[in-house]
């Protein structure tokens, strides 16, 4: 089973992939580890982003793609831009997308530990979205 968990921060998609084979985690992520859309006004900007977002679904092969839920109002509210990010993600994966509540993954690390760790200490959110969905 290939998983993908993204966590999007402020302008930045940030992506882990994780292979599971028997009761062996393997990253796959790949090249793509963070994208950022630094200009979301910037309509070249946009489209070059959804394209890199198109061509690494393609070439990867998931079969579940998670987005690590954030606030949609109040005061931690998540920026425009990253609900912006989020349409342009779902509409270039050819299934759906869910998300997943931090609430969700806090209950499941209680009961769980996480078996597999990130190459990078900033895709830790989106490690432990993809290790949840493959563990599962």
Known sequence: MRVLGIDI??????????EKSGDDFLD???SLKKLDLKNDEDCTEVREFAEI??????????????ILKRSKNGQFASSPISFKIEGLIQINSS???VFIAPATLT??????TLGFSAQFAYQSK????AFYLAAK
């Open 126 to 129: 989106a490690a432990n979205l």
């Open 9 to 18: 921060s402020g302008k930045s998609a940030i992506f882990c992939g994780i």
């Open 95 to 97: 299934m759906n997308v």
């Open 28 to 30: 796959i992520t790949g």
């Open 53 to 66: 977002v198109r061509s690494y679904f393609d070439e990867s092969h998931f079969n579940s793609v998670a």
């Open 107 to 112: 209950a499941f690390y209680k009961k769980y």
